[in-house]
């Protein structure tokens, strides 16, 4: 079946440094994909999307780049801050249908 | 707009109870969904509503009964609740289905002895 998986667990980066977390998926048909948040004890918050007809989208100090040829999408935190530590998830529908999967997802933690 | 809104916050039950998890949106959202999230695991998919009357089963609907009589309430039944379902429940929804941003309440941890 259809799949969305983050690269790494967990992620320790710097404060003030930049942090990538990456996110692979299988079905290349797959059109939309969305970039959640989730702070401990709270449900998942919208951070960026981006669709099929896109390379980059540029939010606030976010910027998701999809790469469609290696089935392969980025998310790039600017300037990483303290508040930016929570667990990242990649979601996408399933083709055909209403369906999302999400990635297992991957904790960033920041280290002053 | 309160947003999406899920009750109670925790819940503990018995192996064979039942109960009912409220879920609600403010934002004349179209589609609705049901996750489960255990420790280690991205969220797997219960049940969805892509509209009033119209419900599906997801991933993982075993042991689970949703009903969709208006387009603001998506309660989630558990019908004879199992150890293994354990987890935190979340309720989503967006305006559209398909390819549109879902919105996420705050969960609720269900705990079965």
């Known amino acids: 079946g259809e799949s969305v998986g983050l690269h790494l667990p967990t992620l320790s980066v710097q404060e003030g440094d930049n942090s990538i977390i990456n996110c692979a998926y299988s079905n290349s048909a797959s059109d939309y994909f969305i970039w959640y948040k989730q702070e401990s004890g709270k449900g998942p918050q919208f951070i960026i999307d981006?669709?099929?007809?896109?390379d980059k989208r540029q939010g606030q100090r976010v910027t998701v780049l999809l790469n469609k040829t290696v089935k392969h999408l980025s998310l790039q935190i600017a300037a990483t801050q303290p508040g930016d530590s929570a667990v990242y998830f990649c979601?996408?529908?399933?083709?055909?249908?209403?369906?999302?999967?999400f990635g297992t997802g991957t904790r960033l933690k920041v280290l002053a | 707009n309160a947003g999406v809104t899920q009750t109670p916050k925790f819940q503990v039950l018995k192996t064979g109870q039942s109960m009912t998890l409220q879920c609600a949106q403010d934002m004349n959202h179209e589609y609705m969904s049901w996750y489960r999230q255990d420790p280690g695991m991205g969220l797997r998919l219960i049940h969805y509503s892509v509209g009033a009357g119209i419900t599906d089963q997801g991933e993982v609907p075993n042991g689970y009964n949703v009903s969709r009589s208006t387009t603001e309430d998506f309660p989630l039944r558990l019908l004879s609740a199992a150890p293994s379902q354990t987890s935190v429940y979340f309720c989503?929804?967006?305006?559209?289905?398909?390819?549109?941003?879902?919105?996420f309440g705050p969960g609720t941890r269900l705990t079965v002895l």
């Open positions: 989503a929804s967006s305006y559209a289905a398909g390819a549109d941003t879902q919105y």
């Open positions: 979601a996408a529908p399933t083709s055909g249908t209403y369906k999302y999967i």
């Open positions: 981006i669709r099929s007809n896109m």
